[in-house]
């Protein structure tokens, strides 16, 4: 059972910052999340879910935010988070927090959060 709880996203204008976070819960979280990567993927119109970010035995950003994007993990508080700076239009989507990504020809992930909005108007 994994529980994952977002929180922080919302309307901001073109170079703002954002902070995403993930709150996980549930008692398979508890037992095997230390082996576990966490990441954040983001879905827009009409598009196709994408991976975002991603931390574990790696840590990554995908080129399209790399070096405006930042994603955390604070094992104490069972936390993901993902801060976002200098905000483009083109990443306005929704935005999930998944627990156990993997690779299987695309990311993908065994547990999903419902997903927070980020709208970045220009």
């Known amino acids: 059972q994994v529980q994952l709880v977002e929180s922080g996203g919302g309307l901001v204008q073109a170079g703002d910052s954002l902070r995403l976070s993930c709150v996980a819960s549930?008692?398979?979280?508890?037992?095997?999340?230390?082996?576990?990567?966490m990441g954040w993927f983001r879905q827009a119109p009409g598009k196709e879910r994408e991976l975002v970010a991603r931390?574990?035995?790696?840590?990554e950003v995908v080129d399209s935010v790399k070096g405006r994007f930042t994603i955390s993990r604070d094992n104490a508080r069972d936390t993901v988070n993902l801060q976002m700076n200098s905000l483009k239009p083109e990443d306005t989507a929704t935005y999930y927090c998944?627990?156990?990504?993997?690779?299987?020809?695309?990311?993908?992930?065994?547990?999903w959060g419902q997903g927070t909005q980020v709208t970045v108007s220009s």
């Open positions: 998944a627990a156990d990504v993997y690779y299987e020809g695309t990311w993908n992930a065994h547990y």
């Open positions: 549930g008692r398979t979280f508890r037992i095997w999340s230390s082996s576990w990567s």
């Open positions: 931390i574990g035995t790696v840590t």
